[in-house]
């Protein structure tokens, strides 16, 4: 029954340093986890494209995904990249 006791209660701390870590934030610690991913959704918005032949997505500019391209790589809008044939990158959109 003691080690109950301490457990339960040392659950409870923990629970309550957690939320009062997050209350002196200004959330709690629930709501950071859910913020929203802006990505660019007009065809005015840039995008990069490897013109390799093989490239068939644009990236936005934090993506690791054109990391393997060995040709150019260019900043066009969405619109044009999209008229010319790329599609949506899988890693960041």
């Not at 997505?57 to 150019?72: D, K, Q, V």
């Not at 809008?77 to 949506?88: F, H, I």
Request: glycine share 8%; net charge positive.
């Amino acid at each position: 029954m003691n080690g109950l006791l301490k457990t339960t209660g040392f659950r409870y701390i923990s629970c309550l340093i957690a939320i009062h870590v997050g209350y002196w934030q200004g959330t709690t610690p629930q709501t950071d986890r859910h913020k929203p991913v802006l990505r660019p959704a007009t065809a005015t918005a840039t995008v990069l494209i490897c013109e390799s032949r093989s490239a068939y997505a644009y990236h936005s500019h934090e993506c690791h995904g054109l990391a393997r391209c060995r040709s150019t790589i260019s900043r066009v809008s969405t619109g044009s990249a999209r008229s010319l044939g790329y599609k949506p990158c899988r890693i960041c959109y």
